[in-house]
């Protein structure tokens, strides 16, 4: 018994599966370990579940398009809806990253955009965009470290949260 038989996949090869896998996990892990340095309220491991998972989806989206494209009236199936539930899914776990502690001040809003970004780079390296998803996570490692940079300089915050 071979490897692809047990991943069971039929428009991708189960070593470029396992390449996408991988290369999710770790973009995941990036953005997550510049949260958890910063003590934000999801930790890395999160960022690394959310990127595997989502790039996941992207990969079955596309086996199941293969699989099934060429039969009529059995299967309906849109590659949009796949993005656009995981989208939905993604908000609705960043927002849980926002906290609300006095009347003008929000925490974790970059959080949870981060925790989003994540699950879209999982999505582009599940549908095998590498280049978009490197760019997407060097501008998100970006913006989370300049920021941060700036909020210090402009504002004389650190970008360290703490809920005491």
């Keep these: 018994m071979d490897l692809s038989s047990i ?40 960022y690394m579940i959310v990127s595997l998972t989502t790039c996941i989806v992207a990969i079955m989206g596309q086996e199941l398009y293969a699989n099934y494209s060429n039969a009529e009236n059995v299967l309906s199936l849109d590659l949009s809806k796949i993005i656009a539930g995981t989208l939905t899914g993604l908000g609705f776990l960043g927002a849980g990253a926002i906290i609300k502690i006095e009347d003008k001040q929000i925490i974790g809003s970059a959080t949870g955009a981060s925790i989003w970004a994540s699950g879209i780079i999982g999505l582009a390296i599940g549908f095998g965009f590498y280049g978009l998803a490197f760019f997407a996570l060097v501008s998100v ?24």
């Design 7 to 46: 991943f069971n996949l039929n428009s991708l090869d189960w070593t470029e599966s396992l390449f996408r896998m991988l290369l999710a996990i770790f973009f995941g892990f990036l953005i997550g370990i510049d949260r958890y340095t910063k003590n934000k309220p999801i930790e890395f491991r999160a």
């Design 141 to 164: 490692m970006l913006i989370l470290v300049v920021g941060g940079l700036s909020m210090k300089y402009f504002e004389g915050k650190t970008d360290k949260e703490t809920l005491n």
